[in-house]
């Protein structure tokens, strides 16, 4: 063997220069740039950390510009890591696969320390946002996160999850359109309020304004825009 042969064979092969073998980059689906296995996998695990209802593969590939093959292996990777597979500590989370979709959730064996947690302050008095948020869903339900959001003009994921933990809302399936989470009141919430069914709510055209008073904010809005500029 020459010289020039051993000093080959001495040479790291790429990407091991630390003596342990790395996980290969992915190149993302517009193919103009190489990230690293590890910035994907952290960036998968960012968006289903915030996800509120399970995400499809299809999902997360357009929201981390990859092939849907390369997610279903980043979330394959991502269950064993949290399963404790690979040597590492088994995380008090477990990735599921639910309706088609991938979602966080705690372990069912933690359950009651989850439900100290969230259950501890559920004698409280409900926040203007819950109120507003619960109101609507009695009148209009079943309503989606989207339907109410788009009421109230802010998101409503934090206060659905107060709702639901303290028995005052549930989930009644999905839309048949959309696929969305649907949301209803509970017998509680009647118990609540003193009433024995959805009936008994406050109508509430007496507190709308008329057709004449729409009217007239109407043309009042067309006639300040009209005198901008």
Not at 99 to 110: D, E, I, T, W
Not at 129 to 148: C, W
Not at 153 to 164: H, N, W
Request: charged share 25%.
């Amino acid at each position: 063997m020459t010289d020039a042969q051993q000093a080959s064979r001495r040479q790291p092969q790429a990407g091991d220069a630390d003596g342990a073998a790395r996980e290969p980059a992915l190149e993302d689906a517009q193919g103009d740039r190489i990230v690293a296995h590890e910035d994907h996998l952290a960036a998968l695990e960012a968006v289903l950390m915030v996800a509120e209802e399970p995400v499809t593969p299809a999902e997360l590939a357009e929201a981390l510009a990859l092939a849907e093959h390369q997610v279903v292996v980043l979330l394959d990777e991502l269950r064993l890591e949290a399963d404790g597979a690979r040597g590492g500590r088994e995380r008090g989370f477990e990735l599921r696969e639910v309706a088609g979709g991938y979602r966080y959730y705690s372990r069912p064996r933690y359950a009651d320390q989850v439900s100290a947690f969230v259950l501890g302050g559920q004698t409280s008095r409900l926040s203007q946002a819950a109120l507003e948020t619960v109101a609507i869903i009695a009148y209009r339900q079943p309503a989606s996160r989207s339907q109410i959001a788009a009421v109230r003009g802010v998101s409503v994921d934090g206060v659905i999850r107060t709702l639901v933990a303290r028995g005052l809302v549930d989930t009644v399936g999905t839309d048949p359109v959309t696929g969305a989470t649907q949301y209803v009141t509970t017998s509680l919430l009647l118990e609540k309020l003193g009433l024995d069914s959805l009936d008994q709510l406050p109508q509430l055209s007496p507190h709308l304004p008329g057709i004449e008073a729409v009217g007239e904010a109407d043309g009042a809005v067309a006639d300040g825009l009209s005198g901008e500029g």
